[in-house]
């Protein structure tokens, strides 16, 4: 999971090419596919709301929002402003 200012598709390809170095816990694995996907107005709106889902620490939490657009909308709109 993570905020990106480049190109979703080529950060998918760097965590899988190992270009963010070898001690992170992205770098272990090679097999990073697209999970879930938010259009954030900026940049600090993509970092609040990626902290904001984090926080959960929760597998169910994560499923839930890729089964619920109305829980999508709600961490969202939540995560708008600081």
Request: charged share 25%; aromatic share 10%; hydrophobic share 30%.
């Amino acid at each position: 999971m993570g905020a990106c200012h480049e190109d979703l598709q080529k950060r998918i390809e760097n965590h899988n090419l190992g270009t963010y170095g070898t001690k992170s816990y992205t770098s272990i694995t090679n097999d990073w596919v697209l999970f879930l996907k938010f259009d954030c107005d900026n940049y600090a709106h993509a970092i609040r709301l990626e902290r904001k889902i984090k926080s959960m620490k929760s597998s169910v939490y994560l499923q839930n929002l890729t089964k619920y657009a109305e829980l999508q909308d709600k961490i969202f709109n939540e995560t708008k402003s600081a």
